[in-house]
T-cell receptor
Framework: DIQMTQTPSTLAVSVGDRVTITCRASQSIVTWLAWYQQRPGEVPNLLIYKASTLRSGVPSRFSGSGSGSEFTLTISSLQPDDIATYYC?????????FGQGTKLEIK | DVNLVQSGAEAKKPGATVKISCKVSVNRFTDYYIHWVRQAPGKGLEWVGLIDPDDGEPVYSHHFQGRVTITADRFTATAYMELSSLTSEDTALYYCAVVGSPAITRYVQHWGHGSLIIVSS
């Protein structure tokens, strides 16, 4: 199985901050990576696929980058609506696997 | 538009089997892969498996060691997930989720509200 490791697990943030979350795969997944946002009490929401392609309707303050085994999700200027847990997911091979999540908390 | 309606919560005893459903409203049911993902209380997301409704071919996570069966009924546009030999570690919210287009198979865009399965003696 491909292990996905996100850092940090928790991040204290303020509105307006630039936020970066890292996701590392245990082997190369090329760019077969998706990012999801899960607000408290809600279902996950797809933000980005193929490492850097923004899903239609997702605010442009979100961006993804990386290839191979290291990836980042960046929020350029955090908004209150962005307080959530973020998960990366590899879809290079089965079983599909998720990172353990990065929870954003208000500082 | 895509809409997924899942069956309600289930309470089961250890060793039992549970089967939950996911009614999918989409243009062509057979065009969209359906995934099942679970989330234990306070924990992260875990992929269970998927099915191609066109040919009924499933792919499972080996972590479920043959305990899971995913099926799809094209006539009722409903997907099912059956999990057997339940233990307390199977207590979780089980989501069905659908891909965003027929060209996509492995990441999902539309989610059901989840079906809670509680396993307790």
């Amino acid at each position: 199985d491909i292990q996905m490791t996100q850092t940090p697990s928790t991040l204290a943030v303020s509105v307006g901050d630039r936020v970066t979350i890292t996701c590392r795969a245990s082997q190369s997944i090329v760019t077969w990576l998706a990012w999801y946002q899960q607000r408290p009490g809600e279902v996950p929401n797809l933000l980005i696929y193929k490492a850097s392609t923004l899903r239609s309707g997702v605010p442009s303050r979100f961006s993804g980058s990386g290839s191979g085994s290291e990836f980042t999700l960046t929020i350029s200027s955090l908004q209150p609506d962005d307080i959530a847990t973020y998960y990366c997911q590899q879809y290079n091979s089965f079983p599909l696997t998720f990172g353990q999540g990065t929870k954003l908390e208000i500082k | 538009d895509v809409n997924l309606v899942q069956s309600g919560a289930e309470a089961k005893k250890p060793g039992a089997t549970v089967k939950i459903s996911c009614k999918v409203s989409v243009n062509r049911f057979t065009d969209y892969y359906i995934h099942w993902v679970r989330q234990a209380p306070g924990k992260g997301l875990e992929w269970v498996g998927l099915i191609d409704p066109d040919d009924g071919e499933p792919v499972y996570s080996h972590h479920f060691q043959g305990r899971v069966t995913i099926t799809a009924d094209r006539f009722t546009a409903t997907a099912y997930m059956e999990l057997s030999s339940l233990t307390s570690e199977d207590t979780a919210l089980y989501y069905c989720a659908v891909v965003g287009s027929p060209a996509i198979t492995r990441y999902v865009q539309h989610w059901g509200h989840g079906s809670l399965i509680i396993v307790s003696s």
